[in-house]
């Protein structure tokens, strides 16, 4: 596992996106009946979930939906699962067109070839886990001594063996999350995609998972099957995972942003990161007069500083010399104004192109009831 | 065994959209065992309607034979035998749909949806799932019945359990193709309420459609689970407010929307849990 690992760590830093796609959509549009006050009669609001989005995820690749809650992450997910319908534009997984107009015998088996991890895990908390996965091999078509073994094997892989026979309902977040994963890889698929898998998992149960996640993604499949469509060359399985924090972004080999709908950045995350120059500045939590004068003391040095709909003042430094980054550094000290000077983040490409913020890393591990609410909502 | 296999640590064998055999009976054998992991759904599937039977027919025993004045002989006690049954199968019915809904939520339902597996045994499994496990909770109701006074016939008992099953078809594929469309169980409260109970209320269970107004035997009569009910009555009791063919066609015709009816409403996008 930690071969892999390196492995993988050595390939993640920049990879280019030649291979074809995976996932290609173009002009995706889902939009949302309002519910509650103004919902009804001349007064319907709708909420638009997707807003023309177009994209092309690589097949073989990690590739992160990063975007704050409300970003449409999920809507995307639920339509490239085919759980739900892309109001308009064209929407294509693994070389099938996905639409209104797709038959039913067409969607399945185009489902026989994905994998998804849902932001709740979908194991019945009744059963054990090898009922689970037992259950789950069945749906794929797969019975008797082939899904007895695919289980078995699964479970030593992600460690699950001993508690095969347990009950979900007693196991920890971070086992029921690696059962659920096995869930999702039981058929192999081509494709499997992830919506914020890791929320409600501790710090280390949360890095188990993602080290797991790359393990997988490193490997290659199934070669010489006959399965037509883009990913069936036995290469990686390709993987499109969605989440709100910068650092499980970062890990993927090209991030696409999304905010209120919209792909607002694509592309590899060193590349996101340098288009902001070597060093950001941040003028953050400071007084109002402090801030003026930070903005004062930045466009003076040449450097183009904005105030962001977050109230953080970000200064990419792409385009300035190094004495003036130098001399703003310092009149920014003399002020007495309270800054940062570091690498661009993720977060910041992000700011700078919506004006708010992005959790930089996780955040307080959401309880099951506040998942559920928050689903529900 | 490529990479992949050799990290899941398995032996290959393709995954596909088969005609769901497969899936079905796992998904049934997962209704069953959920069911006998739920004691309290048990209890209250199976004890609610003895509880209901032992009061309604001790508190109408001295009032000449209960509401309707029917099933001549025997006590009113002997009346609620075929609505008990139903409600058996009600109860069960609803439970099949909220745990629809509750799958839903927990994410198993996403699971399956998102799986090649047709959407027949999905509904299939469900369905067959109420009408096994009512069943089995109904032939207490008629071990029970003798006690009563209604004297079973083989051949009652085979109609009944026919009629039986037509009702726990239609009632469970209602309930699903209800719940489909429902966002919470607390909604689907509201729907049980506002429409399956009262077609159980309206169905004969508690008093005879031939005793009844004349306006209220019309609307009895267009309730759809009153023609089975009453194939049931016929088959335990020997009595009807029907005519028997229209009885058993509205018992086939019950089962056939019961199955149907899902399927259409599933091909729908689910509602987010």
């Known amino acids: ?377 | 065994m490529s990479d992949v296999d050799a990290l899941l640590g398995m032996r290959r064998g393709p995954a596909r959209a088969g005609g769901g055999g497969a899936s079905f009976r796992w998904l049934l054998r997962r209704e069953l065992v959920r069911f006998g992991r739920q004691r309290s759904r048990v209890i209250a599937a199976l004890g609610t309607p003895l509880m209901i039977w032992l009061v309604l027919a001790s508190g109408f025993a001295g009032s000449g034979g209960g509401p309707g004045g029917v099933t001549d002989g025997a006590g009113y006690g002997a009346y609620l035998v075929p609505g008990m049954a139903v409600m058996v199968v009600l109860f069960t019915s609803i439970f099949a749909a909220i745990s629809l809904i509750e799958d839903r939520h927990a994410g198993f339902l996403q699971s399956v949806l998102v799986s090649p597996a047709p959407r027949w045994a999905l509904v299939g499994s469900k369905v067959a799932a109420v009408s096994l496990v009512s069943l089995a909770q109904a032939v207490v109701i008629l071990v029970a019945a003798p006690l009563t006074g209604v004297a079973l016939t083989p051949m009652g008992v085979a109609l009944g359990l026919a009629a039986l099953l037509s009702i726990s078809v239609g009632l469970s594929g209602l309930g699903l193709a209800l719940a489909w469309q429902v966002d919470s169980v607390q909604g689907f409260h509201g729907v049980m309420n506002l429409v399956l109970m009262p077609m159980w209320l309206l169905s004969g269970a508690f008093f005879a459609l031939e005793g009844a107004s004349t306006w209220l035997r019309a609307v009895m009569s267009l309730n759809p689970l009153t023609w089975p009910s009453e194939a049931l009555r016929w088959a335990l009791l020997g009595e009807s407010g029907l005519p028997l063919p229209l009885a058993w066609a509205g018992a086939g015709t019950f089962a056939a929307v019961g199955m149907v009816l899902p399927m259409v409403v599933m091909q729908r996008p689910v509602r987010q849990g």
């Open chain 1, 1 to 377: 596992m930690a071969v892999l690992r390196a492995e993988q760590g050595a390939r993640v830093a920049e990879e280019t996106t030649d291979a074809a796609p995976a996932i290609r959509l173009e002009g995706v549009t889902r939009t949302y009946a309002a519910k509650g006050k103004g919902a009804k009669g001349g007064g319907a609001r709708a909420r638009v979930a997707l807003d023309s989005v177009s994209l092309s995820v690589p097949a073989g690749q990690r590739t992160a939906l990063l975007g704050p809650n409300g970003s449409g992450k999920s809507t995307l997910l639920r339509i490239l699962s085919t759980l739900d319908r892309a109001d308009s534009g064209t929407v294509e997984v693994l070389g099938q067109m996905i639409g209104a107009r797709s038959g039913d015998r067409e969607l399945r088996r185009l489902r026989a070839r994905l994998g998804v991890v849902f932001q709740a895990p979908a194991l019945d908390k009744l059963l054990t886990v090898r009922e689970n996965l037992l259950a789950q091999a069945a749906l794929f078509g797969l019975s008797g001594r082939a899904a007895t073994e695919r289980v078995e094997g699964a479970a030593a892989r992600l460690v699950i063996t001993d508690r095969l026979g347990d009950r979900v309902a007693t196991l920890s977040g971070g086992l029921v999350r690696r059962a659920d994963l096995a869930r999702a890889l039981l058929h192999d698929p081509e494709l499997l995609l992830l919506d914020e898998p890791t929320i409600g998992l501790d710090p280390r149960a949360r890095e188990e998972f993602l080290e797991t996640l790359e393990a997988v993604s490193s490997v290659t499949r199934g070669a010489g099957e006959q399965r037509g469509g883009a990913a069936a060359d036995g290469g990686r399985m390709t993987i499109l995972l969605s989440t709100h924090l910068m650092d499980e972004a970062q890990r993927c080999q090209r991030v696409v942003m999304l905010h209120e709908g919209r792909v607002v950045a694509d592309d590899a995350p060193a590349r996101l990161r340098r288009s902001l120059g070597g060093w950001v500045i941040r003028v953050q939590g400071a007084a109002e007069h402090s801030v003026s004068r930070a903005i004062a003391i930045l466009t003076e040095a040449g450097v183009q500083a904005e105030r962001q709909a977050s109230g953080v003042v970000l200064a990419p430094t792409s385009s300035v010399s190094g004495e003036r980054l130098e001399s703003a550094v310092v009149n920014l000290t003399r002020a007495g104004v309270p800054f940062e000077i570091g690498p661009p983040t993720l977060g910041d490409v992000f700011m700078a192109r919506t004006g708010e913020e992005l959790a930089a890393t996780m955040e307080e591990p959401e309880t099951p009831r506040a998942l559920q609410r928050r689903r529900k909502r």
